[in-house]
C-alpha cells in the first residue's frame, strides 16, 4: 500500500466514524507533513490505516458512522423469505431492508444461505416461501465466474456498456476508470481466463458499476485480493454510498463489520 492510498483510506476510515470534514482535512495535513519530514512509509510509522484512525477518531470526539434520514423508499425489502434444497433448510423466515445509501453486510458461516438470499435477491433463484420486491437496476457480483474467460476486459466493458447506450469507447473509458480506482490497468490485461482470482473480481466489479444498477450485490468480493485492493474496493463502495447507491455484501472479514451502515448475521438458517 503506497501513501496516497493509505491517506485516502485513513480519511475514508475517520469519514465512516463521524469525524468532521475540518479535522479529517486537518489530520491528513499534518500527517503528509509528518511523512515529508521523517522518511519512510505511512504504513511503518503509523501501522494500518484502520487502527490509526480509530485512535485519531477518539482523540477528535468522533466515534459513530453518520446515519442516513431513512425518508426514502427501501429498494430492497426482503419479507419472511424461506429456501430449501433437496429438503433441507438453507434460509428460515428471513426478513430484510435496504434503504438508498445503505452498505449492508452479511455474515455468518459457511453454508448459512448468505450467497442463496443475494440470488434470491438478484432473481437468480426463487423464494419457496415470502416475498423480495426490487426497486431499480442490480449489478450482482458472485463469488465465482460472473465473466467470460474469452474475451478480454476492454470486451467486457463494450458487452455490458452497450445496454446503456454507451459507444465502446465510452464503455472502454469508463470501464478502465473504474479499474483504475481498484488499482488495475485493465487495458493491459488478457483475456479474463487468464486473470488471476482476485483481478478476475475486479473486473466482475467493475463490469457491475458499469450496469449503473441502483444497488450491489456483492458475494465475498474480497476473495483473491490483497490488502490494498479490498482498501480500495470500500473507497469505491464509499463513494457509491455518497452518491446515493446501495449495496449488500457477504463476507468473511472481521473488518467489513466496522466499514458498514448495517451488519446483519445469518446463523443456522435464521436472521439476526
Given amino acids: ?5 493509505w491517506l485516502d ?16 482535512a486537518s489530520a491528513r495535513v499534518e500527517t503528509e507533513g509528518f511523512l515529508q519530514e521523517a522518511g519512510g512509509s505511512a504504513l511503518e510509522h503509523f501501522g494500518p490505516p484502520t487502527t490509526y484512525a480509530s485512535h485519531l477518531a477518539d482523540a477528535l470526539g468522533g466515534r459513530s458512522r453518520p446515519q442516513r434520514p431513512r425518508t426514502a423508499a427501501p429498494v430492497v425489502s426482503v419479507d419472511g423469505v424461506s429456501k430449501s434444497y433437496r429438503s433441507r433448510p ?4 428471513v426478513s430484510l431492508t435496504v434503504s438508498p445509501g445503505d452498505v449492508v453486510v452479511l455474515t455468518g458461516p459457511n453454508g448459512a444461505g448468505k450467497s442463496t438470499l443475494l440470488r434470491i435477491i438478484a432473481g437468480l433463484d426463487r423464494a419457496d416461501r415470502g416475498q423480495v420486491t426490487v426497486e431499480g437496476a442490480v449489478g450482482y457480483v458472485p463469488q465465482r465466474g460472473g465473466v467470460d474467460p474469452h474475451l478480454r476486459p476492454g470486451e467486457h466493458f463494450e458487452l455490458f456498456g452497450a445496454p446503456l447506450g454507451l459507444t465502446r469507447r465510452q464503455a472502454r473509458s ?7 480506482e481498484l488499482g488495475w490497468d485493465a487495458a493491459a490485461a488478457p483475456v479474463a481466463g487468464a486473470l488471476s482470482g482476485g483481478t478476475a473480481q475486479k473486473l466482475a466489479v467493475v463490469t457491475a458499476l458499469l450496469r449503473q444498477p441502483q ?3 456483492l458475494d465475498e468480493p474480497y476473495q483473491g485480493m490483497d490488502a490494498d485492493s479490498q482498501q480500495r474496493l470500500w ?3 464509499w463513494a457509491w454510498q455518497e452518491g446515493g447507491g446501495s449495496a449488500v455484501v457477504s463476507s468473511h472479514a472481521s473488518d467489513a463489520l ?4 448495517t451488519v446483519v448475521e445469518i446463523e443456522g438458517s435464521t436472521l439476526r
Fill in 215 to 217: 444497488t450491489l450485490l
Fill in 174 to 180: 469508463e470501464g478502465n476508470r473504474l479499474a483504475r
Fill in 1 to 5: 500500500m503506497n501513501d496516497e492510498t
Fill in 258 to 261: 466496522s466499514k458498514a451502515s
Fill in 9 to 24: 483510506c485513513l480519511d475514508h476510515e475517520l469519514h465512516a466514524a463521524g469525524v468532521s470534514p475540518e479535522n479529517r
Fill in 235 to 237: 473507497a469505491l463502495l
Fill in 90 to 93: 438453507v434460509l428460515n423466515d
